[in-house]
């Protein structure tokens, strides 16, 4: 059974930093593409970061220089490392696996979600 | 930068059909652009409904259909259930590993 367990959110001062992960289980991630998604408060789903199974990474416009996603492969988990948070990076930060088998390229299983609220 | 448009809101009547579009600001929906479909209730994580246009994922009941409709991608929901209201995104990838979410629709069933 494929799951997906993200947790590290927390509430955080403005400027500070956090590392996200999301520990995957029924699949080895590494053979995946696989992303964070955020949702803002009474928000819709935005596209935050995604790690290609060759190791590349994408980011959404103005989180190149602050996010960064990354994997460890012996502990089947994906990471997202923010710094410098904003008020604006306050969300709830869902985990996603990708499918990209047999010619698709969608989303497939979800986490749970984990909080990250930004304020002093 | 390319949007991907929803309608804000929709309503249907309990038993009826309603259809949701997933558009381009610039541009038409094709199949190329792998459209997806998700189902979120409040609180909770999205629910993967139909990907690369058509597909059902597994346990999705076949009441949920995708298809192209003109120049955009749609989501058909026949037999609306009161557990349906939800909020549903569509998601268009636009490749180079590049993935769009809509603004999604809030669907009343009333």
């Known amino acids: 059974e494929v799951q997906l367990v993200e947790s590290g959110g927390a509430l955080i001062q403005p400027g500070g930093s956090l590392r996200l992960s999301c520990a995957a289980s029924?699949?080895?991630?590494?053979?995946?593409?696989m992303a964070w998604v955020r949702q803002a408060p009474g928000q819709g789903l935005e596209s935050v970061s995604v790690i290609h199974s060759d190791g590349s990474t994408y980011y959404a416009d103005s989180l190149t220089d602050r996010f960064t996603i990354s994997r460890d492969n012996s502990k089947n988990t994906v990471y997202l490392q923010m710094n410098s948070l904003r008020a604006e990076d306050t969300a709830v930060y869902f985990c996603a696996r990708i499918w990209s088998y047999g010619g698709n390229r969608n989303f497939d299983y979800w986490g749970q979600g984990t909080l990250v609220t930004v304020s002093s | 930068q390319t949007v991907v448009t929803q309608e804000p809101s929709f309503s249907v009547s309990p038993g009826g059909t309603v259809t949701l579009t997933c558009g381009l600001s610039s541009g038409s929906v094709s199949t190329s652009y792998y459209p997806s479909w998700y189902q979120q209730t409040p609180g909770q994580a999205p629910r993967t409904l139909i990907y690369s246009t058509t597909t059902r994922f597994s346990g999705v009941p076949d009441r949920f259909s995708g298809s192209l409709l003109g120049n955009k991608a749609a989501l058909t929901i026949a037999g609306a259930q009161a557990d349906d209201e939800s909020d549903y995104y569509c998601?268009?990838?636009?490749?180079?590993?590049?993935?769009?979410f809509g603004g999604g629709t809030k669907l009343t069933v009333l």
């Open positions: 029924g699949f080895t991630v590494s053979s995946h593409y």
């Open positions: 998601v268009l990838y636009m490749g180079g590993g590049i993935w769009v």
